[in-house]
């Protein structure tokens, strides 16, 4: 009977929200602020069969490994320092869904949304390509937690066994996190390299073996890290090792999140000034760590050389891919460029561009090697001795090295310039130019030089090469290293001054107007709030 | 609120889109016919700011999609061919995702999700897993993720396509409902009996190009000048067929079984008095009606070797 039959019923006045449903308002409310791909990912991983299979398998594993494992580690278990051969069972447990299955899953999902039609649907959506990488990369992490979770009580267990420590268990969580979440970056941009159904294929065929090999790497460092890190503690070395990689990690961390938000973002869109300065601030962050080492060292140039090679690397790879950038600038992108001449001059590097990417890479090794030169010739100054002994060395290794990196860029972007103007593929066509520059200039060279003269020692042949030009000039001086450091500054010269007659348009691209719909648009939906009242009469 | 501008789109030596434009007003359905590969998912996926144009531009609501992608996507609601789903989500979920990927927050997002379940009567099917839906109600729960937002544009490619009939009125409803609260709906289809009856215009799209647009009514006239009209007589038609082809006002008479087809010159007043001329000579007419083209008849003769 209801209550409008029984005229003794009155409706009841709607009973206040208890705690389980205000909690649940609460996290409402914050879930709003959440990503919504995190949301979302969450939601889909957690109902997912893949998800609930691997938790419960590694529950069954880690159960099973705490039964067996006294009845494996023999009678000594309760006794004997068998702590880390515990811990290292369930590392091995655990780097099965952090290796292989997350990294994995992540490249899955995005390339998933590729396939299954929904990538256009974000596309169109307010999301950000970068929300849509970081949405991923967040589920990753939620996922990682949660792994992390059901093994933790496992990895607490082995605290109360013998031979094992609280800093141990600490690092092992802290590799392992950290691990897991660089190789799903890495999967996370792989999945954006190509939209493509074969390559897909062949990414994920790539990335699997590439998984297994950081697993098989995961298990040997794995042992290394429960059985020596309590060794490691006191020494300073080691220390300084994890500032140095933890600093490079975050650096190549977000350099590769801001690239796969770029591969997956709306083609001209300025993506470019973000990744061009994240690329600087990787260097950045890796030279402090290099100068302390370097001047612990008393200025010892091995310090400087490895360096120099690793900075000179990074910026002729990120210079490769920058040369395969399109120059064309969209109308919106145009109307955020600076008008004023400061602005320009400090800016015009950041904008996407084949020219303006070849200048920044150049410009930045010279300002890298400008200052190596500066702080040799201060700390000889200053009576480091390695320093003060190796100063021409090092000079000439740093300048020469400038020179051919300038030489390979330089004529690679004019051969991109004229080859591949009109291509689809840019970016792949600028990384075989490069390539196949590259291997002419040094396998190349050495091969025509010992088919037609079977001599193996440096000729003059050997002027394209520049490892062993570099190597041989800085080894000792004969006419032979005369030569190579005149010929190789002018080479470099002319091919700066050859680049540099194309790059001109580039650097000359006029802002756009703001069209009035735009200016418009831009009015309604920034409407200056009404004033308050200034008295009770307004 | 629609415009396209000259637009081309070319994959290599390809023409997918070639200097098409056409305008679409506020509360107008514009159809978009064309067999496969005429280029009608080309551009629209270029209005969605999913691809650019190789050369002149397209507008929604005054933004370019070359220029300010970014506007453009918050103005409009895009329905592709495929459906676009997720696995391991119910309808609720998807709704509630798309309303916070277009920055719905808080009441808001809950005030938009349960009107569009609303509007699309997906309603009863709230937990449901979109896996477990029937086409029918994937395409309801893909009109409902485009409208979300509340856009003013929708462009749908090819909506009706594998739609039981019951659900292709539904979807030719809601259209109607959508234009009358001022939308713009561009829609594709190969159904031209479908466009026909909820479009106010068309456009006629081949290899690239587009050879007609306009009302259908007005094509039809500008392709048919002269009223065609259909008589049906008891007996032999031949002795009719006879009698008309005498007459100034009437030419290329046909007799089709026991059917008479033929254009006539002249208003309606002219067409009853041909009506009772026929009943006065002893013809026993049973049927004397217009003979409109379908829509089908204008797009097979519009394309017909018009372009090569």
New interface residues.
């Given amino acids: 009977m209801s209550h409008v039959d029984n005229p003794v019923m009155v409706a009841q006045p709607a009973s206040p929200p208890d705690v389980w449903e205000r909690l649940d308002a609460r996290l409402e409310r914050w879930a709003d602020h959440l990503n919504p791909i995190l949301v979302k990912e969450t939601r889909q991983a957690l109902k997912s069969h893949q998800f609930l299979i691997t938790f419960m398998l590694l529950l069954l594993a880690c159960w099973l490994w705490s039964v067996f494992a006294p009845v494996l580690l023999g009678p000594g278990f309760a006794y004997a320092s068998k702590g880390a051969d515990v811990l290292y069972g369930y590392l091995l447990i655990l780097s099965v869904p952090l290796v292989l299955i997350v990294p994995f899953a992540a490249f899955r999902s995005l390339a998933a949304e590729q396939e299954r039609n929904t990538y256009e649907l974000l596309a169109i959506s307010d999301l950000s390509a970068r929300q849509i990488v970081t949405g991923k990369l967040g589920s990753a992490v939620v996922q990682i937690v949660l792994y992390l979770s059901a093994v933790a009580p496992c990895l607490a267990f082995t605290y109360l066994l013998r031979g094992i420590d609280i800093f141990t268990i600490m690092l092992v969580i802290y590799y392992a996190l950290f691990g897991s979440l660089g190789l799903t970056m890495i999967a996370l941009l792989i999945a954006t390299l190509s939209t493509a159904r074969f390559s897909q294929v062949m990414l994920s065929v790539a990335l699997v073996i590439g998984l297994f090999w950081g697993w098989f790497f995961a298990v040997i460092a794995g042992w290394e890290l429960t059985v020596e890190s309590a060794s490691w503690l006191g020494q300073g070395e080691f220390w300084y090792f994890n500032g140095l990689l933890l600093t490079v990690y975050v650096g190549y961390f977000a350099l590769l999140l801001l690239a796969a938000a770029a591969g997956l973002g709306f083609v001209g869109e300025l993506s470019s000034a973000t990744l061009r300065i994240a690329m600087l601030l990787v260097v950045v962050g890796f030279t402090p760590w290099v100068t302390g080492l370097w001047l612990a060292e008393n200025g010892d140039s091995d310090v400087l050389v490895a360096y120099a090679s690793l900075v000179g690397v990074h910026w002729y790879v990120l210079a490769v891919l920058m040369t395969g950038e399109s120059p064309h600038l969209s109308q919106r992108v145009r109307r955020s460029l600076p008008t004023s001449w400061s602005g320009q001059a400090l800016f015009t590097w950041l904008q996407p561009g084949p020219g303006t990417g070849f200048c920044y890479a150049i410009t930045n090794l010279m300002a890298v090697a400008l200052l190596g030169t500066l702080g040799i010739g201060l700390a000889a100054s200053f009576g480091r001795t390695a320093a003060s002994n190796d100063f021409i060395e090092m000079a000439v290794f740093l300048w020469l090295g400038v020179c051919y990196v300038t030489i390979y860029l330089g004529l690679g972007h004019l051969l991109i310039r004229y080859f591949a103007q009109q291509t689809r593929h840019r970016m792949l066509a600028a990384v075989l130019i490069h390539g196949v520059l590259l291997a002419v200039a040094t396998i190349g060279m050495t091969l025509v030089q010992l088919l037609l003269t079977g001599n193996e020692d440096y000729t003059l042949f050997q002027l394209p090469n520049g490892f062993w030009t570099v190597s041989f000039v800085c080894d000792g001086y004969d006419q032979s290293a005369l030569v190579a450091l005149i010929v190789i500054p002018v080479a470099a010269l002319l091919t700066l001054l050859a680049n540099f007659r194309i790059i001109g348009p580039e650097l000359r691209r006029d802002p756009a107007a703001i069209p009035d719909r735009v200016a418009a648009d831009d009015a309604e939906q920034h409407v200056p709030p009404e004033p308050a009242p200034e008295s009770p009469w307004d | 609120m629609i415009e396209l501008d000259r637009l081309h789109r070319y994959f290599g030596d390809t023409k997918a889109v070639c200097d098409v434009s056409f305008a679409v007003a506020a509360g107008e359905v514009f159809g978009y016919i064309g067999p496969n590969g005429a280029g009608k998912t080309t551009s629209m996926r270029i209005l ?3 691809d ?1 144009p190789s050369t002149g531009d397209a507008r929604v609501d ?3 999609v ?4 970014d ?1 453009v ?2 103005r ?1 609601g ?1 329905m ?1 061919d ?8 119910n309808v609720w ?1 998807y709704l509630d ?2 309303a ?4 719905l ?2 009441q808001e ?1 809950g005030r938009a999700v349960a009107r569009v379940m609303e509007f699309t009567l997906l309603g009863s099917l709230r937990n449901k897993a979109i896996d477990a839906l029937s086409k029918g109600m994937k395409q309801r729960l893909c009109l409902g ?1 485009a409208l979300i937002h509340d856009p003013g544009v929708l462009v749908l490619d090819e909506p009706a396509a594998g739609l039981d009939p019951r659900a292709r009125i539904e979807l030719r409803e809601m259209i109607s409902h959508l234009a009358a609260a001022g939308k713009a709906v561009l829609v594709s289809s190969h159904i031209l009996t479908e466009l026909a009856e909820m479009c106010h215009t068309v456009g006629i799209l081949e290899q690239g190009r587009l050879l007609a647009v306009g009302p259908v009514e007005a094509i039809r006239k500008q392709l048919q000048p002269e009223a065609a009209v259909r008589l049906e007589v008891l007996g032999d038609p031949r002795p009719v067929a006879d009698w008309l082809e005498g007459r100034d006002d009437v030419g290329q008479v046909q007799v089709v079984e026991r059917c008479l087809r033929f254009q006539h010159q002249g208003n309606r007043q002219a067409e009853a008095e041909l009506l009772r001329a026929m009943i006065e000579q002893g013809f026993a007419v049973v049927e004397f009606s217009p003979d409109r083209q379908s829509l089908e008849d204008v797009f097979l003769q519009v394309t017909e070797g018009r372009v090569q």
């Fill in positions: 969605a700011t999913l650019l005054g933004f370019s070359v220029d300010d992608p506007r996507r918050r409009l895009f592709p495929g459906f676009g789903t997720y696995p391991h989500m979920e995702f798309f916070r990927s277009y920055g927050r808080g997002r993720r």
